[in-house]
Nanobody
Framework: VQLQAFGGGLVQAGGSLTLSCAASGSTFSNWVMGWFRQAPGKEREFVATIRWSGGSTYYADSVKGRFTISRDNAKNTVYLQMNSLKPEDTAVYYC????????????????????WGQGTEVTVSS
């Protein structure tokens, strides 16, 4: 399984960016996909997750209402639409995939995910 994340960049506060994560190497119909981020000097933290089958989503409180995770089944791609960006959103963003049977609760722990993309950097200037 390979995940390739891209779409990061420099944006002013209040602006928008859309990150993409292209997945390959498996059939992802029953997988759970996630976005995480890691700011300098901080631990990697959960941002959002989506179940490929059914499309149910879950967000961290810090991004709820501003970020939207979605997927395109035909393209095997997961997106993270980020609006109303804040300087505290500055981080390297990683997409991740969990191929095990989904839990009843949202998968928000980094240890739950077996596959990770290379990360894409997002910088929000004030």
């Amino acid at each position: 399984v390979q995940l390739q994340a891209f779409g990061g960049g420099l944006v002013q506060a209040g602006g928008s960016l859309t990150l993409s994560c292209a997945a390959s190497g498996s059939t992802f119909s029953n997988w759970v996909m996630g976005w995480f981020r890691q700011a300098p000097g901080k631990e990697r933290e959960f941002v959002a997750t989506i179940r490929w089958s059914g499309g149910s989503t879950y967000y961290a409180d810090s991004v709820k209402g501003r970020f939207t995770i979605s997927r395109d089944n035909a393209k095997n791609t997961v997106y993270l639409q980020m609006n109303s960006l804040k300087p505290e959103d500055t981080a390297v963003y990683y997409c991740a995939a969990d191929g095990r049977p989904p839990l009843l609760r949202p998968s928000i722990a980094t240890t739950r995910y077996d596959y990770w993309g290379q990360g894409t950097e997002v910088t929000v200037s004030s």
